[in-house]
């Protein structure tokens, strides 16, 4: 974990009972990254999944990814049918984690703590079902051994975690329709495109006083990154933004069908997946390389530049800055917001979106 304590902070200035402004503070260290260059890329990879209490996995390969394109290195397809794997079933877990951590508050519930337990232990369980020497992080692939009982053994009690996930959110789909809250949320769907940016290759180069990272944009546009993007090309998914944008209703169904869609996913490709011995060579020692992954919350991008073997530049971008981005898809849904309980209104519009680190939510009437 970073050792950085960070926290989001959402201000609702009100104008009568409207809120008339939105501001959203962050303590997140964006350039934190910046500490990690002069070392070798291996260290860092090594590194990469202890350094961040959630998604470690998707920092790790987002990681991979850049390192293997600056030197050089094209992994076998069997890798990265693993290294999807790996992906899949950590947004399966973080998915189903949210639903019992922290969706039972918005109904006033206590968390459920015995279903919680076994998420995590899962994660951990998968790198070593796939790469039982612990190499995953290798580049050009560590020694893959896929253990098909093992695997099959994790989906299925991540399967039990996720259903009782589904549970809570149908209480909290339920509440959010008695309330009349479906498209609650909703502004212009600006979501991310499925392969990122097209100019974030270039930005994150530029982005030396880490101006970017903080607020990016692409073309003056902001982005909403997560599992509504990517579930909004499927029929379902259509048809609910098609009545309420990409409001409440929308973004929590999109976590739970993508939860369910990514343990089916892992289901087929474990069938599949054969062996490979990895470790292929770097082709150079000097270039630069871009990461893309898409972590449960949405596009994670890695950019690395190497010099003679060390990592002379490192930059992350994370879901989060889009998505709690001062003119992003939280501040433009509640801009404008009007009714009862400002606050808990604010709360499960935040939730939706899940960002990676606390929120608190201020309410400051018009003077």
Not at 62 to 69: F, I, T
Request: hydrophobic share 45%; charged share 25%; glycine share 10%.
């Amino acid at each position: 974990m970073l050792p950085f304590e960070s926290s989001l902070s959402i201000t609702l200035h009100l104008a009568e009972d409207r809120v008339e402004t939105v501001e959203i503070g962050s303590s997140r260290p964006v350039q934190a990254s910046d500490r990690l260059t002069g070392r070798r890329p291996d260290q860092v990879l090594a590194l990469l999944p202890n350094l961040y209490s959630l998604c470690g996995t998707a920092q790790g390969l987002a990681g991979l990814a850049a390192v293997e394109n600056a030197v050089g290195i094209d992994a076998a397809p069997e890798q990265h049918k693993a290294r999807r794997i790996l992906c899949l079933i950590e947004m399966a877990a973080e998915h189903a984690a949210a639903a019992l951590r922290d969706w039972p508050a918005l109904l006033g519930e206590a968390p459920d703590l015995v279903a919680l337990k076994p998420i995590r232990p899962l994660i951990m369980a998968v790198r070593k079902a796939l790469y039982p020497e612990g190499d995953w992080l290798a580049p050009g692939g560590g020694r893959l051994a896929p253990d098909r009982e093992t695997l099959t053994g994790i989906v299925h009690r991540l399967g039990e975690a996720a259903s009782r996930g589904d549970l809570v959110a149908d209480r909290l789909l339920a509440r959010v329709e008695d309330l009349g809250m479906e498209g609650f949320g909703a502004a212009p769907p600006n979501l991310m495109p499925e392969t990122g940016p097209p100019d974030l290759d270039a930005r994150l180069a530029a982005d030396d006083d880490g101006a970017y990272r903080t607020r990016p944009d692409s073309a003056g546009i902001v982005f909403e990154t997560g599992p509504l993007a990517r579930q909004s090309r499927r029929p379902l998914m259509g048809l609910l933004m098609s009545q309420y944008g990409n409001g409440l209703m929308p973004r929590f169904s999109a976590r739970m069908m993508e939860m369910a869609s990514a343990l089916r996913e892992v289901e087929d490709l474990v069938q599949d997946l054969s062996g490979d011995s990895g470790g292929l060579p770097m082709a150079r020692h000097d270039g630069s390389g871009l990461g893309v992954v898409d972590a449960a919350r949405g596009l994670l991008a890695h950019r690395v530049e190497l010099r003679e073997g060390l990592l002379s530049a490192y930059r992350i971008l994370a879901p989060t800055e889009w998505n709690f981005h001062p003119d992003g898809p939280l501040a433009q849904g509640l801009r404008g917001m009007s009714g009862p309980d400002p606050e808990g209104r604010a709360a499960l519009l935040a939730a939706s979106l899940d960002p990676c680190v606390p929120f608190r939510i201020e309410v400051v009437p018009h003077a």
